[in-house]
């Protein structure tokens, strides 16, 4: 009997963390929650309210140890990878669905361009295709050209936002216009 019950507390504690495990938040794979209008951008800082732009990477780790940055832009997520030198294969990229609420697969989902985007890139990604959409490949390098182009986050952030490292950076996004910080304004 006492070897029964040595057997039934092992599998009680084994049963114990698995459910824990399960309710964890994090499925191992896929995007996770986001708390909106509290999760900053992995890349800018800014917090992720705009649910149909935002962007999740999740970087790949051994033994199951995966990272996932958040982000409130596609655009950002696409110049952090660049700049983080990750490829494709492995990272897995979700983008939030700019006419549905949810995520989509980054590599195989459809992008228009044109839309307003926090970060002014003008990507915005749907499930399916229509005669305006372009694939990933085209959606990264317009953006990599519209960050190229128009700089928009100073080359470097840090830098950008002032000697004291506050607000007051200027955003020139592929839409047009200046998006200036609080601290501009006085």
């Known amino acids: ?33 986001v708390t909106w209008d509290r999760d900053p951008c992995t890349r800018c800082g800014m917090v992720l309210s705009d649910r149909g732009h935002a962007a999740q990477v999740r970087v790949l780790g051994a033994k199951g140890r995966d990272a996932v940055h958040r982000f409130d832009d596609l655009g950002c997520a696409v110049v952090w990878l660049e700049d983080a030198g990750l490829a494709d294969d492995a990272v897995e990229l979700w983008v939030a669905d700019h006419r549905a609420d949810g995520w989509l697969d980054a590599f195989s989902a459809h992008y228009v361009l044109g839309n307003p985007t926090p970060m002014q890139y003008g990507v915005s990604a749907q499930a399916s295709a229509g005669p305006d959409t372009i694939d990933f490949k085209a959606a990264r390098e317009h953006i990599l050209r519209v960050e190229r182009e128009t700089n928009i986050h100073g080359g470097n952030l840090d830098s950008a936002r002032g000697p004291e490292g506050a ?20």
């Open 1 to 33: 009997m006492k070897a029964l019950c040595k057997l039934r507390r092992p599998a009680a504690a084994l049963m114990a963390l698995l459910f824990l495990a399960a309710c964890s938040g994090d499925p191992g794979t896929g995007p996770v929650e």
């Open 167 to 186: 607000g007051g950076h200027h955003h020139h996004g592929a839409m047009g216009g200046t998006r200036t910080g609080e601290d501009d304004a006085g």
